[in-house]
């Protein structure tokens, strides 16, 4: 049971280039978040998912695109990389009546 | 802008020291979870405490609680080298308890 996957693990694309960055969940948790985690700043929320079909904005959305289709998807778009989204993306997911978060292994994206 | 500020940065112990970090915050919560991040991997949960908590252990865990000084503190007894990893502190706030915001972390290196 791998919980969270994400892909690509590592990217390397060119500034304005459009990005597609996956996370599959096999728990069926309601809740999905991305993060971004640059050094300095932590981790930082960009959007996160209620249930299917539900979105939101983090402290971060800027330059990002997200959906919710199916559960077990939540996919972050980025449609014209620019080389400050140079960083490394998290997954996470919560069940809907936990408070503990669990991440995926990161995917390391470099803007050129 | 950041909800939780780890201090110290960073820190270097020997094995069998303990190890204090301390986290400090904004806003009204209602709840604060420590995560734990080894170099290159995603965030794993350590533990839980509750606004109306001042105190919590889990194994050579032990966590505190201020909510009138807005702050927090992660003891980790008898360290080990496998303890080497950067620790984070995450707020649940009041209102927006479905997502956590985190902290920029302590790096801790505990050495032979």
């Known amino acids: 049971d791998a919980g969270i996957t994400q892909s690509p693990r590592y990217k390397i694309t060119e500034t304005g280039r459009q990005v597609t960055l996956m996370c599959h969940q096999t728990?069926?948790?309601?809740?999905m978040f991305w993060y971004r985690q640059d050094l300095g700043h932590g981790l930082r929320l960009i959007y996160y998912s209620a249930a299917a079909d539900i979105t939101d904005k983090g402290e971060v959305p800027d330059g990002y695109v997200v959906s919710r289709s199916k559960t077990e998807n939540f996919p972050l778009t980025l449609e014209s990389a620019t080389r400050s989204q140079t960083s490394v993306y998290f997954c996470a997911t919560r069940p809907l009546s936990g408070n503990t978060i669990y991440f995926g292994e990161g995917s390391w994206l470099t803007v050129v | 802008s950041q909800q939780g500020e780890e201090d110290p940065q960073a820190l270097s112990i020997q094995e069998g020291e303990n190890a204090t970090m301390n986290c400090s915050y904004k806003?009204?919560?209602?709840?604060l979870q420590w995560y734990r991040q080894n170099s290159g991997r995603g965030l794993v949960h350590l533990i839980l405490?509750?606004?109306?908590?001042r105190e919590k252990h889990s194994g050579r865990l032990r966590v505190t609680l201020d909510t009138s000084k807005k702050s927090s503190s992660l003891l980790i007894t008898a360290s080990r080298a496998a303890d080497t990893a950067s620790y984070f502190c995450?707020?649940?706030?009041?209102?927006?308890?479905?997502?956590?915001?985190f902290g920029t972390g302590t790096r801790l290196q505990v050495t032979l």
């Open positions: 806003t009204s919560i209602n709840n």
């Open positions: 405490i509750r606004s109306n908590e």
């Open positions: 728990w069926s948790h309601s809740y």
């Open positions: 995450a707020t649940a706030n009041t209102g927006t308890a479905s997502k956590l915001t």
